[in-house]
């Protein structure tokens, strides 16, 4: 079966930098994306990651590595406003978007 | 302001009646999706729609049923509510399916069947 991981649950301190892990199994692999849903809200997209290695965004970035299955979201400066869930998706063979049950990040001053 | 809308917000519907989520977009976009979300799970896909005019059945379609007669709306419909669709339920589009392009949300639907 196709399957996306992530950790429930994370915090970290306002000004720190948070690592957010999705490790997945599916079958074939056409792209991995980041959204951001603050709660009560709906999901918003922050990267997408094709190819190996790190995209830098600001103060987000999202690592690759298709041969281990797994991708990292990098998040520096937190400020209070990143606290949200952060989902990670897959895009399979079939071009079916595969979801993680998210990750809440907890920002504690 | 370019989006996709949704109504109602939120609903307390009885069990047994027939409801339908409305969804609607102005990016021309093609593709369109619902989604919904529970608690502890990922996202889960109902139905979609690559362009106006099809639909295609996701990974939970039992009880739902959806339309394109047009590239803007896209609504869902549940025939006879059961208290197992008690969940939030968003609404999404893309330019194509079949492609990276990333989902744009609307900001869901609250449902709870009693």
């Known amino acids: 079966g196709q399957n996306i991981d992530q950790p429930t649950e994370m915090t970290a301190t306002e000004g720190a930098i948070v690592q957010i892990n999705c490790t997945y199994q599916?079958?074939?692999?056409?792209?991995l994306f980041w959204y951001q849903q603050h709660a009560g809200e709906a999901p918003t997209f922050l990267s997408y990651?094709?190819l190996d290695g790190l995209e830098e965004k600001g103060r987000f970035s999202s690592f690759l590595s298709r041969s281990k299955g797994y991708s990292y979201l990098l998040l520096k400066e937190l400020q209070m406003k990143d606290s949200a869930s952060y989902l990670c998706?897959?895009?399979?063979?079939?071009?079916?978007?595969?979801w993680g049950a998210g990750t809440k990040l907890i920002i504690k001053p | 302001i370019a989006g996709i809308t949704q109504a109602p917000t939120s609903q307390i519907l009885a069990a047994g009646r027939r409801m339908t989520l409305r969804c609607t977009q102005d990016?021309?976009?093609?593709?369109m999706y619902w989604y919904r979300q529970d608690l502890g799970l990922g996202l889960r896909l109902i139905h979609y729609?690559?362009?106006?005019?099809?639909?295609g059945k996701g990974e939970v379609p039992d009880g739902y049923s959806v339309s394109r007669a047009n590239t803007d709306d896209f609504p869902l419909t549940l025939a006879s509510a059961v208290p197992s669709q008690t969940s939030v339920y968003f609404c999404?589009?893309?330019?194509?399916?079949?492609?990276?392009?990333?989902?744009?949300f609307g900001n869901g639907t609250r449902l709870t069947v009693t």
């Open positions: 729609s690559n362009t106006a005019g099809t639909t």
């Open positions: 599916t079958s074939g692999f056409n792209g």
């Open positions: 990016m021309r976009h093609n593709a």
């Open positions: 999404a589009s893309s330019d194509s399916r079949d492609s990276n392009s990333p989902l744009h």
């Open positions: 998706a897959v895009l399979d063979s079939n071009y079916q978007l595969i």
């Open positions: 990651n094709v």
